[in-house]
């Protein structure tokens, strides 16, 4: 599976900004797919997932009621929608993919895209 990251940018605090990640291949609705990201001088740290079906999401505390994760099978693309931005949001958001949810939470999936920079000025 090859993942390909879009969509960062700058925006204000209090904005929203859509992420996007496309995938190759003709098994995706069968990888939970994440969203993490990366501040500077800071570890990666996990953002959400979502379940192969899309039923099943799950959201780091520090974005939940902000962030919504979400997929669309038939077009292989997982997204973030992200309101309210902070500027502790800033970050390299990368996504991954995997077929185990555990492995994906604590960030030993197989597959990752490139990163993509969001900024959040305050």
């Known amino acids: 599976v090859q993942l390909q990251a879009s969509g960062g940018g700058l925006v204000q605090a209090g904005g929203s900004r859509r992420l996007s990640c496309a995938a190759s291949?003709?098994?995706?609705?069968?990888?939970?797919m994440g969203w993490f990201r990366q501040a500077p001088g800071k570890e990666r740290t996990f953002v959400a997932s979502?379940?192969?079906?899309?039923?099943?999401?799950f959201y780091a505390d520090s974005v939940k009621g902000r962030f919504t994760i979400s997929r669309d099978n038939a077009k292989n693309t997982v997204y973030l929608q992200m309101n309210s931005l902070k500027p502790e949001d800033t970050a390299v958001y990368s996504c991954s993919a995997d077929t185990v949810l555990s492995t994906l939470l604590r960030g030993e999936g197989p597959y990752w895209g490139q990163g993509t920079q969001v900024t959040v000025s305050s």
């Open positions: 291949g003709r098994t995706f609705s069968s990888y939970v």
């Open positions: 979502i379940t192969g079906s899309g039923v099943g999401t």
